[in-house]
């Protein structure tokens, strides 16, 4: 019998894995845009439609996801998201138009959309709560080091091989992720299907009528408004602005997922001492100069450093949030209230890419497109003031 720091290990890689996979399936188009874009003959706001095709998908499954969560088990929905998810990553390879291209990313995010609340559901089954803080903040690096990995070998691939080969490694990384997790993630103890999983329309309901959650929703919408607006249009601003090779915007912008990518543990940790709203609120309140700041900026001797800074804001709030979120329902609920709470923040990952793509083709400057991501997390800040949740004590660090 496996030891329990064995089996909670391995539940956390590959739920980390299963996440990092599906970012990397979300964030292969921005890098490439650029020569998409002039292939096909795509406006900046047809560019940035499909990355909001793909956050349709996402956002139509994730509450759906998340009651299949606690009714059938994570694994069942995980192992069918991983297929959805890579062959239509994988068809993307073959976009002759761009109404095709565009359903090929929707399908490409219905796959997605319930990998979020089943991960995080299999987290809730296999960690205890004094120590969910920090997985959560480990398992949340996936969003950075997605930003990071695409942005380090997209370009490159494109570069070497065409924007289209991109889109084939991508896709291939679920359909082997589907071979390791059909092995080894193992549920412990959820009796889905019974009366102890949610089942009635009331325990939905209960869920839906949450006032925190709901506000803890729109706070987030905020947050991911900006972050993956950012990972959407940083690489084109970074190209036609600031001059940058489509291979030196990609390096610069893996400096932002990497720094995101550092920052999540180390907040995680401290999240389970330190209250989590007050964290959540000045994270998404320094977000938003620093975007005016990278989006005004047209010294390139500065560049690293900013975007740097630029990547720590833009993904501290994530983790802790996170949690705030499953402390707010009951255990078994987890998954329902998750996929709740992400549909709201992914609206703002949908909507950001294609209303930048439109700022920017009206204005024809980066900068308001910048400024208007900015205004995202600055309401989220002022929003997550207005959310209760249960305070934890310093005496924690001896509980610990």
Same mark, same amino acid.
């Given at each position: 019998m496996k030891k329990p720091w064995i089996r909670q290990v391995t539940?956390?890689?590959?739920?980390?894995?299963?996440?990092?996979?599906?970012?990397?399936?979300?964030?292969?188009?921005?890098?490439?845009?650029?020569?998409? *874009?002039?292939?096909?003959?795509?406006?900046a706001a047809h560019a940035g439609s499909y990355m909001t095709a793909f956050y349709i998908g996402y956002v139509i499954t994730q509450f759906p996801g998340g009651v299949?969560?606690?009714?059938?088990?994570?694994?069942? %929905?995980?192992?069918?998201?991983?297929?959805?998810?890579?062959?239509?990553? =994988?068809?993307?390879? !073959?976009?002759?138009?761009?109404?095709?291209?565009?359903?090929?990313?929707?399908?490409?995010?219905?796959?997605?959309?319930?990998?979020?609340?089943?991960? =995080? *559901?299999?987290?809730?089954?296999?960690?205890?709560?004094?120590?969910?803080? %920090?997985?959560?903040?480990?398992?949340?690096?996936?969003?950075?080091? #997605?930003?990071?990995?695409?942005n380090l070998f997209v370009p490159t691939v494109a570069a070497a091989h065409g924007w289209r080969s991109a889109f084939i490694v991508a896709g291939l990384l679920p359909i082997a992720g589907i071979v390791l997790s059909f092995f080894?993630?193992?549920?412990?103890?959820?009796?889905? #299907? !019974?009366?102890?999983?949610?089942?009635?329309?009331?325990?939905?309901? !209960? %869920?839906?009528?949450?006032?925190?959650?709901?506000?803890? #929703?729109?706070?987030?919408?905020?947050?991911?408004?900006?972050?993956?607006? !950012? *990972?959407?249009?940083?690489?084109?601003?970074l190209n036609h602005s600031l001059h940058l090779s489509l291979v030196s915007a990609g390096r610069m912008m893996a400096v932002y997922g990497?720094?995101? =990518?550092?920052?999540?543990?180390?907040?995680?940790?401290?999240?389970?001492?330190?209250?989590?709203?007050?964290? *959540?609120?000045w994270a998404l309140f320094l977000f938003a100069p620093v975007l005016v700041w990278f989006g005004v900026n047209t010294h390139t001797g500065i560049l690293f450093t900013l975007t740097a800074v630029l990547g720590v804001t833009a993904f501290i709030y994530s983790p802790v949030m996170t949690a705030i979120i499953g402390e707010l329902v009951e255990e078994r609920l987890v998954g329902t209230a998750m996929g709740l709470v992400n549909a709201i923040w992914q609206l703002g990952s949908l909507i950001s890419p294609l209303v930048v793509g439109m700022v920017v083709d009206a204005t024809s400057s980066y900068f308001y497109g910048f400024l208007a991501l900015a205004a995202g997390p600055l309401m989220g800040a002022i929003v997550m003031l207005f959310v209760k949740t249960k305070a934890k004590q310093a005496k924690n660090w001896k509980a610990a």
């Open positions: 539940v956390v890689v590959l739920v980390w894995m299963t996440y990092m996979f599906s970012f990397v399936d979300r964030l292969s188009w921005p890098p490439v845009i650029p020569l998409a *874009a002039k292939e096909m003959g795509l406006t299949l969560t606690d009714r059938f088990g994570y694994r069942k %929905v995980l192992l069918s998201s991983y297929f959805m998810m890579g062959i239509f990553t =994988l068809t993307m390879s !073959t976009v002759q138009s761009f109404e095709q291209g565009f359903v090929f990313r929707l399908l490409a995010g219905l796959g997605s959309g319930a990998i979020f609340s089943a991960s =995080l *559901a299999a987290l809730f089954d296999h960690i205890s709560p004094k120590r969910r803080g %920090v997985a959560i903040g480990f398992f949340m690096t996936t969003t950075s080091l #997605g930003v990071t990995v695409v080894f993630l193992k549920e412990s103890k959820r009796d889905h #299907g !019974t009366k102890k999983s949610v089942s009635s329309m009331s325990e939905i309901l !209960t %869920v839906l009528k949450n006032k925190n959650l709901i506000l803890a #929703g729109i706070a987030g919408f905020g947050g991911l408004w900006a972050t993956w607006g !950012t *990972a959407t249009w940083a690489n084109a601003y990497m720094a995101g =990518l550092l920052c999540k543990p180390l907040i995680g940790f401290v999240s389970d001492y330190v209250n989590k709203k007050t964290i *959540a609120f």
